[in-house]
């Protein structure tokens, strides 16, 4: 019971740590990015789609890495190099992604509600650490996905606090023209952030289809990028503080599934609400813009 | 040799430089001096690739360079430091001069020998740098100048571009400056020091350009010209200084007063200590400080968008506050002039009955304001943003003067203003005093302080002092300022 919920907890946190990662990079760039539900939506769709027929989970991650970067590339276009509105263009980006997805999926597999199915991804037990009673299952035997997020955690950490390059995207985020006149190239480091941002979201993406539903449905990301941008500020711009949001958002969420079959008083859709009025709390009672980057939001532009 | 030829560049309506040709040679010190708006700033740019020209190109030593890249510019050996210091606010001052050619060159950032290397450059030129690992945003004004200075070097640039580096500098400071301008010059550098202070160019400047509305109209070098003759070229006309011995003011009874005023910051830190001074009507008050030592939040104090921990004000009816930063705290540049005059309360009041603004008889009102202080702007419809620095000042006091006050506090008013712009400021406070106003003027610039003001205090670490009239002499104020002595 215990065990169950604990993984339970682990596979509801890694597509929304993943994002936030992915989101953590691009906003320490100066950048905010609404849109990243739908990068999230099309990576779930391009990774079910070519997985599906193609049989390979390796493809189909390839596709939802192209699908997340495609996406991103079209918001670094016009926030990056038109300097649009970053609030505007990401939501727009969001309901493009639904609406696509959702055209693309009943085009492919048609409406007769029968579910399109894919093998789960492979489990890989870590050795001796997977037969640790209760941990072990808990933390030690899941896919290749969540292993690579949670290493991502240090590493981004490392990067971002301890690489020149680290401190260059820092510098854009924090004063972009004073980044722009020590050479930094303030345009060509936001979209290397939303490439990769990209390429994470379309991974979190493909986790929900390959891992966690094992198929598609209109839009199957449920809000789960609007709760990434939830960890990014409760986590305070800090990858270790992402990934503890992300748990216990993760623990939120499996806690109401837990909830919902036992069929109990307490009403499961209290915990839902849980990673917003989280994160409302953070930001009204903890000073969150504090850590946040000066110019987070501010379009650039030369003049 | 770094040369610009025939560079134009057009901001929208506004022909910012209009064919300039200009050139430095290694090992001088090439003043560039205008008044505001007359293309220094945008002819800094363009060198430093900052902008692009829109015509014309720069050449060092006969290589072109890349137009609009900074990052070429600073290959090339051109650094340039910035009138507001480009500096990263939250990061460590280490951090910051990670970003510039203190780079160790490795993937990895090592800030100990990046401190290390900034220690060594900082102790040749005298510089004192703020303690380890601490953030830019506490730092005072003549600090980050100094930072920005330092990581300018720090790419060991053939050629250094300052801007206006000077006018935050306090009078002792401004010496250890000058002599590392003659340093970098006997290096063989080039040094191009933009300033408007003439006597600046004219001690410690090579050779001169005078820009004038965007063009050149004169090169010349110190032993051939003398401050009137560049101010005449400067402005093309001669500017009246306002006499304030003329005016004869004399104070009246006090109308500012201020008794122990004590502030402490969030973290328990003494900001203010025990501030006691009145200011009578029809005087002038001016605090003299180097920046940081409590004037920022002084006037906060006076201005009531910060509560005393202890203490009290008391004025004999209404403070107008002119404050430093006009751009953030005084104007709100996307509004229209007479949107910005009507904020004053006492000019709303005017032009409103029971809740509902008179539109036609506020843009009246601001015409008339911006006729009676000859602020240059088309109407009273134009964006504040539009008018040049000295202009939006000039609204300022404007709004502040015309709102009726009995007393006006003004921080730094007259910083980055030309000298006709300063004079027109100046002259409007002294005939708002002489019409029996009482004025506390807080300023960094001794030499305005001196000018214009009756009384003189000293702030220095959150103290005051009163000087006495045997200490009004710029040296003996610049130590006092510095809390040589107290």
Known sequence: MLEAFLVSVITMATPILLAALGELLVEESGVVNIGIEGAMLSGAFAALTIAFFSGSDALGL??????????????????????VNQVVTGTAVSILALGLTGVFYRKLFGVTGKAFMVAPMAKIPLGPLARIPLLGPALF?????????????????????????????????ERPEAADALGLGVIAIRWQALIVSGALTGLAGAFLTLAYANTFVENIS?????????????????????AAASLLFGAAMALQFGLQALGTVVPYQLFLALPYALTLVVLAGFGGQAAAPSALGEPYRRQ | MLRAIAITKRFGRTLALDGVDFEARPGEIHALVGENGAGKTTLMNVLAGSLAPDHGEALLDDHRLQAGSPRAAL????????????????????????????DTGGELLDLVAVAARARALAAK???????????VENRSVAERVRLEVLRALSFNPRVLILDEPTSVLAPSELRAFLDLLRNLRTEGRIVVLITHKLAEAIAVADRITVLRRGRVVARTTPAETSEEKLAGLMIGEIVVQPDAAAMQLRAGDPVLRVENLTLDDRTGRRVLDGLSFRVGAGEIVGIAG???NGQTELVELLAGVRSPSDGKMTSGGAVAVIPQNRDLDGLILDMRLWENLILARPLREQVTSHGWLNTSRAI????????????????PETIAGALSGGNRQRLEVARAIASRPRVIVAHNICRGLDLAATAEVHRRILEFAASGGAVLLISSDLDELLAICGRLLIISRGKI???????????????LMTGARD
């Open chain 1, 62 to 83: 390839t596709g939802a890495i192209v699908a997340g970067v495609a996406i991103n590339a079209i918001f670094a276009v016009l926030v990056v190099n038109l300097a």
């Open chain 1, 141 to 173: 035997d899941h896919n290749a996905l969540v292993y690579f997020t949670f290493i991502l955690v240090p590493a981004i950490w490392y990067v971002i606090t301890r690489t020149r390059y680290g401190l260059r995207l820092r510098a854009c985020g």
């Open chain 1, 222 to 242: 449920a809000g789960r990028g609007f709760v990434a941008l939830s960890v990014v500020i409760v986590g305070r711009w800090n990858s270790w503080g992402l």
């Open chain 2, 75 to 102: 290959k090339a050996g051109i650094a340039a430091v910035h009138q507001s210091p480009m500096l990263f606010e939250r990061m460590t001052w280490e951090e910051n001069l990670a970003l510039g050619g203190f």
């Open chain 2, 125 to 135: 030129l005298g510089f004192e740098l703020p303690p380890a690992g601490a953030t």
């Open chain 2, 290 to 292: 180097v920046d940081g």
């Open chain 2, 364 to 379: 009246e009102l601001g015409r008339e304001l911006i006729e009676r202080f000859r602020i240059r702007a088309p109407g």
């Open chain 2, 465 to 479: 002092r009163e000087t006495s009239p045997d200490e009004r002499d710029p040296e003996r104020l610049g130590l």
